[in-house]
């Protein structure tokens, strides 16, 4: 079973409010109002969910993943997001001047040449050697595959030369865009002609403040920043450690039987979110021969391609996500507490405000309902529960 990562308790609760004007508004009823009509809601909290999935608990207890090194979370990962930002605002030195003899450093500008081979043998749009001028990279603008600008760091160009160039080892992406490259191994002979320094500003907390507009009531805003990056890059692994137990657990729990209102209920959501974007993209001018043709389009179909079927299998993964969520509330013991409640809807208004929409508490449980609000406090807690059980692994 592919895992579509769409977490299907937050996508409820947020177009109940941005899409869905006809959500109830009674405080969250086992009644609520779809285009499609009444629709009888699935009360996940009260039913015995040993009676819809079985779900051995050696799948997320003590349970093991491996991601990519690239969601490694230290000091030096740290340290990386933070010359990312400082290079914004480089400053180059010594007058723009040609430097042939000095290692390429972080921030500085190299201008090269390079040659792309895959098994020995030169792949399309590889190469710029023909090119009347050198190519002007940024080092650390992240405009090549990763590993490239990284591995040019410390080159010296004069050591290099058209006939002896650098050899550069790096991977391409798996989801490149080209499937000849795709996560392929490939060579890049790189030939640097010249570069220019430049200079990164400093980390001061004056820096961080004023420069970077970071927010602090902390007196050290400098060490403020950096654990505030540190636990944006633990979100991020998270989320992908997340995915991948998410995927096992989906795949790997036995299905007794769906609870056919809740498909329902989930296949007429996505046929209204059809719809209003349907409409908001003709406001726009687009014209679209039939609504199975704007469909097909949104979805990312092939043409002619059954829009029914996938939405139907989408709507089932979302209420056997729901499901596998609360069986293991179930199983654990995981309640929801007047805390995180409120942490949901801290969660909930501040997204809102993100996007320039403001709404009050009391507004954002009018329309979303209680039950909503306990869904995805719940399932928060479970993702937490998933992960602070699972032995992370790396690889390069």
């Given at each position: ?9 937050v996508?409820?609760?947020?177009t109940c409010?941005s ?8 405080g ?19 039913a ?7 779900i051995d608990?050696?799948?997320y207890?003590d ?6 090194s ?14 990312s930002a400082?290079?914004k605002y480089r ?7 040609q430097?042939?003899?000095?290692p390429?450093?972080?921030?500085d ?6 040659r ?12 710029n050697?023909d ?6 990279l ?16 410390g ?31 490939v060579?890049?002979?790189?030939w640097?002609v010249y ?10 907390n004056?820096f961080v403040?004023n ?7 902390e007196?050290d ?7 505030n ?14 995915n ?6 989906l795949d790997e ?7 056919e209102?809740?498909?329902?209920y989930f ?24 609504f199975?043709?704007f469909v097909i ?18 709507s ?25 409640r409120?942490?949901?809807?801290d969660?909930?208004?501040?997204y809102?405000?993100n ?11 009018k ?11 719940l ?10 059980n699972?032995?992370i692994?790396?690889?390069?």
């Amino acid at each position: 079973m592919k895992f579509t990562k769409l977490l299907a308790i937050v996508l409820a609760a947020l177009t109940c409010i941005s899409v869905f004007a006809a959500c109830d508004s009674n405080g969250g009823s086992e009644e609520e109002t779809t285009a499609k009509g009444e629709v009888e809601r699935f009360d996940y909290f009260s039913a015995n969910m040993s009676e819809y999935v079985t779900i051995d608990s050696a799948l997320y207890k003590d349970s093991s993943v491996t991601i990519n090194s690239e969601f490694r979370v230290d000091d030096a990962a740290v340290e990386k997001y933070i010359q990312s930002a400082l290079y914004k605002y480089r400053k180059v030195q010594n007058n723009a001047a040609q430097v042939t003899d000095k290692p390429i450093a972080f921030g500085d500008t190299a201008f090269i040449y390079y040659r792309g081979e895959l098994d020995g043998k030169e792949f399309a749009g590889g190469s710029n050697f023909d090119d009347a001028k050198p190519y002007e990279l940024g080092i650390g603008s992240g405009r090549f595959i990763p590993g490239f600008e990284d591995g040019l760091i410390g080159v010296v160009p004069s050591e290099t030369s058209k006939d002896k160039p650098y050899a550069l080892e790096v991977t391409f992406p798996e989801n490149y865009g080209k499937e000849e490259l795709n996560g392929k191994d490939v060579i890049f002979y790189v030939w640097v002609v010249y570069k220019v320094e430049y200079a990164l500003p400093e980390l001061t907390n004056d820096f961080v403040t004023n420069t970077l507009k970071f927010k602090t009531e902390e007196e050290d805003a400098v060490a403020a920043y950096k654990q505030n990056i540190k636990e944006g890059l633990e979100q991020y692994r998270d989320t992908e450690v997340k995915n991948a137990l998410w995927e096992t657990l989906l795949d790997e729990t036995v299905l007794i039987k769906y609870p056919e209102t809740e498909v329902q209920y989930f296949y007429d959501s996505y046929v209204e979110q059809y719809e209003y974007y349907k409409g908001y993209y003709e406001n726009y001018g687009y014209t679209f021969t039939s609504f199975d043709d704007f469909v097909i389009q949104y979805l990312g179909l092939d043409k002619g391609a059954d829009w029914k079927a996938e939405t139907l299998a989408n709507s089932q993964l979302d209420v056997l996500q729901n499901l596998v969520s609360h069986a293991i509330a179930q199983q654990e013991g995981i309640e929801v507490t007047a805390e995180d409640r409120q942490d949901a809807i801290d969660y909930y208004t501040e997204y809102y405000k993100n996007y320039g929409q403001t709404i009050t508490e009391e507004e954002l449980i009018k329309a979303v309902g209680e039950r909503l609000i306990n869904e995805y406090a719940l399932f928060e807690k479970v993702n937490k529960f998933l992960v602070d059980n699972c032995n992370i692994t790396y690889e390069d």
